[in-house]
């Protein structure tokens, strides 16, 4: 940012102390339910139905039900817990693996031009579901995000759910 004479400046800022108070409050963020949707989606019977593209021994592969892009998956443990130091060296080996095959299917059957790969822990991190920590898997365009996000707060997704887990199921038979 600049001044009327053309000096730059820092950012301007607006305190507000009393946040904090509340920032450290504890707060109830459970489900609304009584149990974990990520807990639950392994249990169903029909993996189309839950966008369910793969079973491990360990951690399982799904889809997004808000993807940010088409394509958007996360690798998920069996194991309820909210951070990655609680999880056994078999599962994250696992979780990486089917990271790394995820993204193979996803390279292959849609062609994405980049990845972004990672996890939130935490409600103060970002995690929409802290209470069991889960990888997301992205794929990128080049132009892939517009004004819609920004301006009108919707994300304009070019194919159906449905159409793109039909895409990704059959890289995973194998």
């Given at each position: 940012m600049s001044d009327a004479g053309g000096q730059r400046r820092g950012p301007d800022i607006m305190?507000?102390?009393?946040?904090?108070?509340?920032?450290?409050?504890e707060h109830d963020h459970g489900f609304a339910g009584p149990e974990c949707v990520f807990c639950d989606i392994p249990r169903r019977r029909d993996d189309a139905a839950s966008y369910l593209l793969?079973?491990?021994?360990?951690?399982?592969?799904?889809?997004?039900?808000?993807?940010?892009?088409?394509?958007?998956?996360m690798v998920i443990p069996y194991a309820h817990v909210d951070s990655l130091l609680a999880l056994d060296?078999?599962?994250?080996?696992?979780?990486?693996?089917?990271?790394?095959?995820?993204?193979?299917?996803?390279?292959?059957?849609?062609?994405?031009?980049?990845?972004?790969?990672?996890?939130n822990q935490g409600r103060a991190a970002g995690a929409g579901i802290a209470d069991h920590v889960h990888m997301h898997l992205l794929p990128r365009w080049v132009g892939d995000t517009?004004?819609?996000?920004?301006?009108?707060?919707?994300?304009?997704?070019?194919?159906?759910?449905?159409d793109t887990y039909a895409l990704l199921r059959p890289g995973f038979d194998t």
């Open positions: 305190w507000a102390p009393w946040r904090m108070a509340y920032i450290t409050a793969h079973r491990g021994e360990r951690a399982f592969v799904v889809m997004n039900l808000y993807p940010y892009n088409n394509g958007h998956l060296a078999d599962t994250l080996a696992e979780m990486m693996a089917l990271t790394r095959r995820a993204q193979a299917v996803v390279a292959d059957r849609m062609r994405p031009q980049g990845f972004n790969v990672g996890m517009n004004f819609m996000p920004a301006l009108g707060d919707t994300r304009v997704m070019p194919q159906h759910l449905d």
